[in-house]
Protein backbone atom coordinates (compact mmCIF):
# COMPACT_ATOMS: atom_id res chain seq x y z
CA UNK A 1 0.00 0.00 0.00
CA UNK A 2 1.76 3.55 -0.69
CA UNK A 3 1.12 4.77 2.63
CA UNK A 4 3.99 6.12 5.40
CA UNK A 5 3.85 3.85 8.38
CA UNK A 6 2.39 5.52 11.57
CA UNK A 7 5.90 5.37 12.66
CA UNK A 8 6.74 7.76 9.98
CA UNK A 9 4.22 10.06 10.09
CA UNK A 10 3.92 10.35 14.20
CA UNK A 11 7.64 10.90 13.92
CA UNK A 12 7.23 13.84 11.47
CA UNK A 13 7.61 17.79 12.84
CA UNK A 14 4.03 18.80 12.54
CA UNK A 15 4.70 20.91 9.41
CA UNK A 16 5.93 17.73 7.71
CA UNK A 17 2.75 15.83 8.25
CA UNK A 18 0.75 17.76 5.80
CA UNK A 19 3.19 16.96 3.01
CA UNK A 20 3.41 13.51 3.69
CA UNK A 21 -0.27 13.07 3.62
CA UNK A 22 -0.72 14.88 0.19
CA UNK A 23 2.34 12.97 -1.23
CA UNK A 24 0.51 9.69 -0.08
CA UNK A 25 -2.81 11.52 -2.20
CA UNK A 26 -1.16 11.91 -4.91
CA UNK A 27 -0.07 8.94 -5.49
CA UNK A 28 -3.24 6.95 -4.83
CA UNK A 29 -4.84 9.75 -7.35
CA UNK A 30 -2.13 8.31 -9.86
CA UNK A 31 -2.55 4.94 -8.84
CA UNK A 32 -6.16 4.90 -9.94
CA UNK A 33 -5.07 6.46 -13.36
CA UNK A 34 -2.16 4.18 -14.06
CA UNK A 35 -4.30 1.23 -14.55
CA UNK A 36 -5.32 2.50 -18.22
CA UNK A 37 -3.68 -0.31 -20.87
CA UNK A 38 -3.01 1.87 -24.25
CA UNK A 39 -1.58 -0.30 -27.14
CA UNK A 40 0.78 1.07 -29.73
CA UNK A 41 -1.02 1.47 -32.62
CA UNK A 42 -0.31 5.22 -33.89
CA UNK A 43 -2.50 6.52 -36.75
CA UNK A 44 -1.54 7.48 -39.81
CA UNK A 45 -3.76 11.00 -39.48
CA UNK A 46 -1.29 13.51 -38.42
CA UNK A 47 -4.13 14.96 -35.35
CA UNK A 48 -4.86 11.76 -34.16
CA UNK A 49 -1.61 10.80 -34.13
CA UNK A 50 -0.43 13.69 -31.88
CA UNK A 51 -3.25 13.14 -29.80
CA UNK A 52 -1.86 9.42 -29.83
CA UNK A 53 1.19 10.51 -28.40
CA UNK A 54 -0.52 12.83 -25.78
CA UNK A 55 -2.05 10.09 -24.68
CA UNK A 56 0.71 7.55 -24.47
CA UNK A 57 2.83 10.27 -22.95
CA UNK A 58 0.37 10.87 -20.16
CA UNK A 59 -0.10 7.26 -19.18
CA UNK A 60 3.56 6.37 -19.28
CA UNK A 61 4.47 9.09 -17.12
CA UNK A 62 1.95 9.00 -14.42
CA UNK A 63 2.40 4.97 -14.33
CA UNK A 64 5.81 5.73 -14.22
CA UNK A 65 5.81 8.40 -11.53
CA UNK A 66 3.12 6.41 -9.17
CA UNK A 67 5.48 3.13 -9.30
CA UNK A 68 8.58 5.69 -8.07
CA UNK A 69 6.27 7.15 -5.38
CA UNK A 70 5.12 4.30 -4.19
CA UNK A 71 8.59 2.90 -3.80
CA UNK A 72 9.78 5.75 -2.05
CA UNK A 73 7.15 5.57 0.30
CA UNK A 74 8.16 1.75 1.01
CA UNK A 75 11.83 2.58 0.87
CA UNK A 76 10.87 5.46 3.57
CA UNK A 77 9.04 3.12 5.65
CA UNK A 78 12.08 0.14 5.17
CA UNK A 79 14.25 2.85 6.57
CA UNK A 80 16.21 2.73 3.03
CA UNK A 81 17.49 6.04 2.89
CA UNK A 82 20.05 5.25 -0.02
CA UNK A 83 17.44 3.65 -1.63
CA UNK A 84 14.98 6.65 -0.66
CA UNK A 85 17.41 8.98 -2.06
CA UNK A 86 18.21 7.34 -5.36
CA UNK A 87 14.06 7.25 -6.17
CA UNK A 88 14.26 11.10 -5.40
CA UNK A 89 16.84 12.13 -7.52
CA UNK A 90 15.17 10.11 -10.46
CA UNK A 91 11.61 11.55 -9.27
CA UNK A 92 13.37 15.07 -10.62
CA UNK A 93 15.18 13.91 -13.18
CA UNK A 94 12.32 12.45 -14.76
CA UNK A 95 10.33 15.91 -13.72
CA UNK A 96 13.06 18.02 -15.40
CA UNK A 97 13.16 16.23 -18.64
CA UNK A 98 9.60 16.42 -18.83
CA UNK A 99 9.33 20.38 -17.85
CA UNK A 100 12.55 20.67 -20.57
CA UNK A 101 10.39 19.23 -23.45
CA UNK A 102 7.04 21.10 -22.95
CA UNK A 103 9.24 24.50 -22.29
CA UNK A 104 11.84 24.16 -24.38
CA UNK A 105 11.09 22.21 -27.56
CA UNK A 106 7.35 22.02 -27.71
CA UNK A 107 6.31 25.72 -25.98
CA UNK A 108 7.97 27.47 -28.92
CA UNK A 109 5.98 25.82 -31.65
CA UNK A 110 2.78 25.93 -29.58
CA UNK A 111 3.28 29.77 -29.38
CA UNK A 112 4.06 29.75 -33.41
CA UNK A 113 0.69 28.41 -33.59
CA UNK A 114 -1.54 30.66 -31.26
CA UNK A 115 0.15 33.26 -32.49
CA UNK A 116 -0.99 32.93 -36.25
CA UNK A 117 -4.42 31.24 -35.26
CA UNK A 118 -3.35 27.68 -36.66
CA UNK A 119 -1.39 24.73 -36.95
CA UNK A 120 0.50 23.53 -40.30
CA UNK A 121 1.04 20.45 -40.85
CA UNK A 122 4.76 20.80 -40.17
CA UNK A 123 4.12 21.97 -36.91
CA UNK A 124 2.25 19.13 -36.00
CA UNK A 125 4.95 16.93 -37.23
CA UNK A 126 7.36 18.98 -35.49
CA UNK A 127 5.61 18.29 -32.21
CA UNK A 128 5.35 14.74 -32.70
CA UNK A 129 8.56 14.02 -33.51
CA UNK A 130 9.52 15.58 -30.23
CA UNK A 131 7.17 13.72 -28.36
CA UNK A 132 8.55 10.84 -29.97
CA UNK A 133 12.00 11.72 -29.25
CA UNK A 134 10.56 12.66 -25.26
CA UNK A 135 8.77 8.58 -25.47
CA UNK A 136 11.50 6.57 -27.05
CA UNK A 137 14.49 8.33 -26.68
CA UNK A 138 17.26 6.87 -24.92
CA UNK A 139 21.34 7.48 -24.65
CA UNK A 140 21.79 4.38 -23.59
CA UNK A 141 22.90 1.35 -25.79
CA UNK A 142 20.23 -1.13 -25.06
CA UNK A 143 21.61 -3.50 -28.26
CA UNK A 144 25.38 -3.61 -27.08
CA UNK A 145 24.24 -4.46 -23.14
CA UNK A 146 22.00 -7.28 -23.90
CA UNK A 147 24.67 -8.49 -26.86
CA UNK A 148 27.42 -8.47 -23.97
CA UNK A 149 29.05 -6.27 -26.05
CA UNK A 150 30.45 -3.68 -23.15
CA UNK A 151 33.13 -2.15 -24.93
CA UNK A 152 30.41 -0.91 -27.30
CA UNK A 153 29.05 0.75 -23.97
CA UNK A 154 32.65 2.48 -23.34
CA UNK A 155 32.78 3.90 -27.34
CA UNK A 156 31.45 7.79 -27.99
CA UNK A 157 28.27 8.49 -27.73
CA UNK A 158 26.71 7.76 -31.54
CA UNK A 159 26.05 11.23 -33.14
CA UNK A 160 22.97 12.63 -32.22
CA UNK A 161 19.81 11.40 -33.41
CA UNK A 162 16.59 11.15 -33.85
CA UNK A 163 16.12 9.23 -31.06
CA UNK A 164 18.55 10.35 -28.88
CA UNK A 165 17.82 11.92 -25.66
CA UNK A 166 18.63 15.15 -24.07
CA UNK A 167 21.13 15.29 -21.41
CA UNK A 168 19.99 15.62 -17.57
CA UNK A 169 21.99 18.38 -16.90
CA UNK A 170 20.63 20.71 -20.16
CA UNK A 171 17.30 19.91 -18.27
CA UNK A 172 18.40 20.56 -14.65
CA UNK A 173 20.30 24.11 -15.98
CA UNK A 174 17.29 24.88 -18.37
CA UNK A 175 15.11 24.60 -14.80
CA UNK A 176 17.06 26.29 -12.77
CA UNK A 177 17.25 29.25 -14.62
CA UNK A 178 13.73 30.10 -13.69
CA UNK A 179 13.97 28.25 -10.49
CA UNK A 180 17.29 28.22 -8.84
CA UNK A 181 16.47 26.53 -6.00
CA UNK A 182 16.68 23.21 -7.88
CA UNK A 183 20.09 23.26 -7.57
CA UNK A 184 19.39 22.46 -3.95
CA UNK A 185 17.55 19.50 -4.93
CA UNK A 186 19.56 18.17 -7.86
CA UNK A 187 23.22 19.19 -7.20
CA UNK A 188 24.46 19.36 -10.81
CA UNK A 189 28.15 20.61 -10.92
Known amino acids: MDRFDISVTNGATESLRPILANFEEVTKVMATHSATTILWAPPADPGQLLNHYLDVLWWVHVSKFHELCGALIGA ?35 DEAVSTGGVSPGQIELVVTELDRFLRGGRFNWEAFFEGN ?31 SVTILYASQ
Open 76 to 110: VNRGEFIVFGLIGRSLIEHAAVMRYYFKQRLQPTI
Open 150 to 180: FDALHAAAPAVGPQQQVNIKTCVQQWAKETP
